[in-house]
């Protein structure tokens, strides 16, 4: 049956090639170029085109691999000064590639699986087939699925114990794309307190001793520190030019399309507060408009204090500060421990959406990968991913803009909640209970009324987007207001994710939490014990 999975999502794939792709189809392609022309000082100092080279080093070493493939199928590709070049051989070998590397996913997604007593099929469906994922890498065009195939190498080696493996695979997926630090505190406190710290008590009623081994923790730094130093290191003499790169602040609190976060409320709140002010004849700026002129720059806000980079680290690094601690405090059961790891990413992928600089609406899927995985590790953790996801995707929607794409992306939204909404419940009701058997057809499971109607909502908000927006003039005079509307309607369901999976999060009973991983995994915890 994953055979068969894994061929029906691949098959998809390919038929999406001849669809639309995004500006950052070129982008991938000048980066071939850049890094097949350019010797390695000047490839994040190159600026012919606007797409600059704007990933750690092992993205773009792999750039370079693929280069060496695309000059033997046409040379042209990797001309620096063919901006926009984009021939048949062009589009098929790119599109291939991410079709090809998509194949580290597929498969880590299977060690993951196999982990599981229960759901380990589900779990595989939901993820290979995960509608993020076939929309911002096989349309839109990014390479992401590869990247999280270390982040689920990663938290599958975590599960089984296996600390030094784990932490290579992170480190190694963060000098592939840098966004990933964000959970790196997880993996510092975790990694601290499971590898370095082991906990001891004579007789269990009193306050448990630490001690520390510094072997551990040299092995972790020397692990850490070489991959680091092995991406970076060619790179010694260009680092405040690299990371002027990599972390490039002059973009603007938001991105051109408001991620679904707290920033988005923030601006919507602005907005709102400009007009009052303006028919009151209250003093205010003329700022509001471009936070929604579709552009990705700086701006002030005009009524609320605007907002600058230190200030989001800030409120990032605060807000996860709670999960970070209910994380080390958490009890000796390593088979609980470890899945309060991927909970505790889960948490502290959110705040950093939620508050994080420049955010982009694809970082959702840092949120609802790790998410995917646990759907089956508890039912509270089910419903919050059907909740989550059906947000989620649907806030990727602006992304695939075309007209002829709208049947495409609502029909992968539709058939994923389909699987979520039918199969995750199963796992949780009591068969002998045959009031589960009469639930009417609209009522969504595991839900209450309140998240019902919310997600409902998204049923008018398309009819709105996609029909009645143009049909009354407001194309013209208004023409932003959809994606308004998008990030503004999903920011409310994020915004209500983070705060019910935190509050549950920081309560739950662990005796009370069921694990469902296979006898085998539970024996790396017996050893370790």
Not at 91 to 114: E, G, H, N, T
Not at 122 to 130: G, T
Not at 290 to 316: A, C, K, W, Y
Not at 438 to 460: D, T, V
Request: aromatic share 18%; charged share 15%.
């Amino acid at each position: 049956m994953i055979v068969q999975v894994t061929i029906i999502v691949t098959a998809v794939k390919f038929l999406f090639m001849p669809l639309y792709r995004s500006t950052d189809f070129e982008v991938h392609r000048n980066w071939l170029a850049i890094t097949h022309n350019k010797s390695i000082d000047e490839w994040y100092f190159e600026s012919t085109s606007e797409w600059t080279l704007d990933y750690p080093p092992f993205f773009a070493w792999m750039e370079y691999g693929l280069s060496l493939i695309a000059k033997q199928l046409d040379p042209e590709i990797v001309k620096i000064e063919n901006l926009n070049y984009a021939s048949d051989v062009t589009v098929m070998f790119q599109r291939f590639s991410v079709i090809a590397l998509d194949f580290i996913y597929v498969y880590s997604v299977k060690k993951c699986s196999d982990l599981l007593d229960n759901g380990k099929l589900l779990v595989f469906i939901l993820l290979v087939s995960n509608p993020g994922l076939l929309m911002v890498d096989h349309i839109h065009f990014q390479y992401n699925g590869f990247l999280y195939g270390f982040l689920l190498f990663s938290i599958a080696h975590m599960i089984k114990g296996n600390f030094i493996q784990a932490a290579l695979w992170f480190a190694i997926l963060i000098n592939f794309k840098h966004i990933y630090i964000y959970i790196a505190p997880v993996y510092v406190v975790f990694l601290l307190r499971s590898y370095c710290f082991t906990v001891s008590s004579n007789d269990g009623v009193h306050t448990p001793w630490y001690s520390f081994s510094f072997v551990n923790l040299s092995k972790l730094a020397l692990i850490t520190i070489s991959v680091f130093a092995l991406s970076f290191g060619p790179f010694i003499q260009q680092l405040p030019q690299l990371f002027s790169r990599l972390f490039p602040f002059k973009r603007g609190l938001c991105h051109a399309y408001w991620a679904p976060n707290f920033w988005a409320l923030y601006n919507f709140g602005d907005k709102i507060l400009h007009v009052l002010y303006k028919r009151f004849g209250l003093p205010t700026s003329n700022n509001v408009a471009s936070m929604t002129g579709g552009l990705v720059q700086e701006f002030d806000h005009s009524v609320l204090p605007s907002i600058r980079p230190n200030i989001t680290f800030v409120l990032t690094i605060l807000s996860m500060l709670p999960a970070l601690i209910k994380l080390w405090h958490l009890g000796a059961d390593r088979r609980y421990r470890s899945m309060s790891f991927i909970r505790c990413i889960v948490i502290c992928a959110t705040c950093s959406f939620m508050f994080g600089w420049h955010v982009h609406e694809k970082a959702i899927l840092m949120i609802l990968i790790p998410l995917s995985f646990l759907s089956v590790l508890g039912e509270d953790d089910g419903k919050y991913y059907l909740l989550l996801s059906s947000v989620g995707h649907y806030s990727l929607f602006p992304l695939l803009y075309p007209k002829n794409l709208a049947s495409i992306k609502l029909f992968l939204l539709l058939t994923h909640c389909a699987m979520g909404f039918v199969n995750i419940p199963s796992l949780y009701e009591d068969p002998k209970c045959k009031k589960n058997k009469k639930r009417a057809f609209f009522i969504l499971p595991m839900l209450n009324w309140i998240e019902i109607l919310y997600l409902y909502g998204f049923i008018l908000l398309y009819i709105y987007e996609n029909l009645l927006h143009s049909f009354l003039g407001f194309n013209k005079i208004l023409p932003f207001l959809p994606l308004l509307m998008t990030s503004v309607y999903c920011s409310i369901g994020v915004f209500y994710f983070w705060l019910s999976y935190y509050y549950y999060f920081l309560t739950f009973n662990l005796s009370r939490v069921p694990t469902l991983l296979t006898p085998r995994t539970l024996q790396y915890h017996q050893k370790m014990k």
